[in-house]
């Protein structure tokens, strides 16, 4: 039997470890590298994070498994048991080129169902976090549920790329959105960004193509509000594989499924 609230508190240490070495990293000279495309960038600090942090769940949960950005854990193809879910840095390019707007991502999972949620913004030292049936916190602060917003008075997180052309969704289908709300943000992380829908300060939010590890932690953060986590189309998420994203506060998100995505089809 887990206890979630004394795992809870053990995170919360590891991830406060892990900020202050990232933090003391960037007094050098990062070493960057790139993956799948010269916008997809890990750094040494990236790996040393994640390595961080398996190394402390190996030593102290032998038993669980662990999906990590870099590659570092587990081969999942099933959700038994408990996972965690792990993004070392969230925002790589934030944190090479801005030094700041980057988060520790970990969500833990048991048989499936998000049980903790942590976002943690290094540079300001900003920790969202929840246990699931308890609540949700900023900075050890309750953070109230969320309440529904019009459309009019909504504003959306997103990548201006998916209001052009590109090859994941037509342009029109958030370009009417756009037209509706109050306005749009985007600050490059999406954990962060799901962090800012959790505290209220976004009313939804909306990704094309993410990985299990860039929301896993808000996933859990966020539906503990009242806010919910879907695909695009309104499709339950999965760890097990890449999708599309869209969280929102309550009610917001289905006027904007029913009004704007109602026929969009998930592209692979």
């Given at each position: 039997m887990i206890d979630w609230l004394i795992l809870d508190?053990?995170?919360?240490?590891?991830?406060?470890?892990?900020?202050?070495?990232?933090?003391?990293?960037?007094?050098?000279?990062?070493?960057?590298?790139?993956?799948s495309n010269p916008n997809d960038l890990v750094?040494?600090?990236?790996?040393?994070?994640?390595?961080?942090?398996?190394?402390?769940?190996?030593?102290?949960?032998?038993?669980?498994r662990i999906l990590g950005e870099e590659g570092g854990g587990d081969e999942i193809t099933d959700v038994r048991g408990v996972i965690w879910v792990i993004d070392p840095i969230d925002g790589t390019m934030n944190f090479v080129h801005m030094h700041r707007n980057f988060t520790i991502s970990i969500g833990v999972f048991g048989d499936g169902v998000g049980q903790l949620g942590y976002i943690y913004d290094v540079i300001h030292d900003e920790l969202y976090s929840a246990v699931k049936g308890k609540g949700a916190l900023f900075n050890d602060q309750p953070i109230p549920r969320l309440e529904e917003v019009s459309i009019e008075k909504a504003i959306v997180g997103?990548?201006?790329?998916?209001?052009?052309?590109?090859?994941?969704?037509?342009?029109?289908?958030?370009?009417?959105?756009?037209k509706d709300i109050r306005g749009t943000r985007s600050f490059g992380s999406a954990?962060?960004?799901?962090?800012?829908?959790?505290?209220?300060?976004?009313?939804?939010?909306?990704?094309?193509?993410?990985?299990?590890?860039?929301?896993?932690?808000?996933?859990?953060?966020v539906e503990e509000l009242g806010g919910k986590a879907t695909k695009l189309n309104g499709e339950p998420l999965s760890l097990l594989?890449?999708?599309?994203?869209f969280v929102a506060k309550p009610g917001l998100h289905q006027v904007i499924l029913d009004n704007y995505l109602q026929n969009y089809v998930e592209k692979n």
């Amino acid at each position: 039997m887990i206890d979630w609230l004394i795992l809870d508190r053990e995170i919360k240490i590891w991830i406060q470890e892990a900020g202050e070495r990232i933090r003391h990293s960037l007094q050098n000279k990062l070493q960057i590298s790139i993956k799948s495309n010269p916008n997809d960038l890990v750094t040494n600090v990236d790996k040393d994070t994640e390595q961080f942090f398996i190394e402390k769940i190996r030593s102290t949960y032998p038993g669980h498994r662990i999906l990590g950005e870099e590659g570092g854990g587990d081969e999942i193809t099933d959700v038994r048991g408990v996972i965690w879910v792990i993004d070392p840095i969230d925002g790589t390019m934030n944190f090479v080129h801005m030094h700041r707007n980057f988060t520790i991502s970990i969500g833990v999972f048991g048989d499936g169902v998000g049980q903790l949620g942590y976002i943690y913004d290094v540079i300001h030292d900003e920790l969202y976090s929840a246990v699931k049936g308890k609540g949700a916190l900023f900075n050890d602060q309750p953070i109230p549920r969320l309440e529904e917003v019009s459309i009019e008075k909504a504003i959306v997180g997103m990548n201006p790329i998916w209001l052009t052309n590109n090859r994941r969704i037509d342009p029109e289908y958030l370009r009417r959105l756009v037209k509706d709300i109050r306005g749009t943000r985007s600050f490059g992380s999406a954990a962060l960004e799901m962090g800012y829908v959790a505290c209220g300060w976004l009313d939804a939010y909306i990704a094309m193509h993410l990985s299990p590890w860039d929301f896993a932690a808000g996933w859990v953060i966020v539906e503990e509000l009242g806010g919910k986590a879907t695909k695009l189309n309104g499709e339950p998420l999965s760890l097990l594989e890449k999708s599309s994203l869209f969280v929102a506060k309550p009610g917001l998100h289905q006027v904007i499924l029913d009004n704007y995505l109602q026929n969009y089809v998930e592209k692979n």
